[in-house]
């Protein structure tokens, strides 16, 4: 029997043995490779882009002087890891610790694993799916003859059973509900590429989905009422899962196949994700999903150079001043 892509060494191309035994020079040296690839290494002004840049020797971490500007900056500024507290060597670590993680990581393990705290972690390991998502940011799927599956799965919400069976009730009624559970829609192409979204219902998705698919796609659904709208500018073909889980005419297993990953992660490793986070760790998961077959050191690449290109945190800068929730952090 032919040996799984993941199984074989071909799969294991970095590992974090190799990354905790850098030194710090050349831990320095693996992102500035990530970060200006096109220099190799050479420092770029990250405010007026001059490629001249001097050494500015003050304490561990390199510093360079722009030539055209004459401001300061580390390989760091302007990145998802500016104003950094630990070492590089232990960022290095816990994108290849995140990326090995084929159902995600939760916060806890990940701040054992690299000893810093819940908070830091759990920041740590927003950031990093903030990068994963920069790579979907805006793109679309399908087009002239592709096959397009979309299709919902119900997260949160959940209603605890009475203890005595007279005090039960039908958890299946809306008056019966908290009201917190969401629908997170897939959009994934045959081959392709994987889309996500949070709404409060399958039928709000519409619009999002008009918007993100190509004209002179096929798209697949299941039974859902609530993708009957899709007509109107697609060919749809359904199927109906009380009659079979796919035909020759219709099949939505590769969005099952996403929500499947999406399941495991929350129960087995999370265990509950808050409302406000579940479109970051559906984004995750969906990235996961699409690379599940590339080699690990591949994966590390992807997030760090992502992480080096994308400027600093939306929603997790200043966290530890925040006064809200996500989104309404102080800069």
């Known amino acids: 029997m032919a040996q799984h892509f993941l199984m074989s060494a071909a799969a294991r191309t970095i590992s974090l043995k190799a990354i905790l035994r850098l030194s710090d020079a050349d831990a320095w040296t693996m992102f ?114 592709a096959v397009v599956e979309v299709d919902g799965c119900h997260v949160g919400g959940h209603v605890r059973p009475e203890n005595r069976k007279e005090d039960r009730r039908d958890r299946r009624l809306a008056q019966n509900q908290t009201g917190k559970r969401e629908v997170v829609v897939a959009i994934r192409e045959r081959d392709g590429r994987t889309l996500t979204a949070v709404f409060k219902s399958e039928a709000s998705s519409v619009a999002f989905i ?16 609530g993708w009957e709208k899709l007509r109107a500018k697609f ?66 690449g992807l997030v760090a150079k992502r992480a080096g290109a994308m400027g600093q945190s939306v929603d997790f800068c200043g966290y530890w001043q925040r006064g809200g929730n996500v989104g309404k952090q102080k800069g």
């Open 32 to 145: 500035r490779k990530l970060r200006w690839p096109e220099t190799d290494g050479a420092p770029v002004c990250p405010h007026c882009q001059c490629p001249i840049c001097y050494d500015v020797k003050r304490g561990a971490t390199p510093r360079y002087r722009c030539k055209a500007c004459r401001r300061d900056f580390s390989p760091t500024s302007g990145t998802l890891f500016a104003y950094h507290k630990l070492h590089i060597r232990d960022y290095m670590a816990a994108i290849v610790i995140f990326v090995n993680a084929v159902k995600g990581i939760s916060a806890l393990q990940l701040g054992r694993d690299l000893d810093v705290s819940y908070k830091a972690a759990f920041v740590l390991g927003h950031k990093l799916r903030e990068a994963m998502a920069t790579e979907m940011k805006g793109a679309t799927v399908g087009g002239a003859g």
């Open 235 to 300: 060919p749809v073909k359904v199927i109906n899962h009380s009659l079979a889980y796919s035909t020759d005419e219709a099949c939505t297993n590769q969005a099952e196949s996403f929500f499947s990953r999406l399941r495991r992660a929350e129960l087995g490793q999370h265990h509950h994700i808050s409302g406000i986070y579940l479109g970051r760790y559906a984004g995750e998961m969906a990235w996961r999903e699409d690379h599940r077959r590339k080699p690990n050191g591949t994966l590390f």
């Open 210 to 225: 008009k918007a993100r698919v190509e004209k002179g796609s096929t798209i697949h659904t299941d039974e859902g009422l």
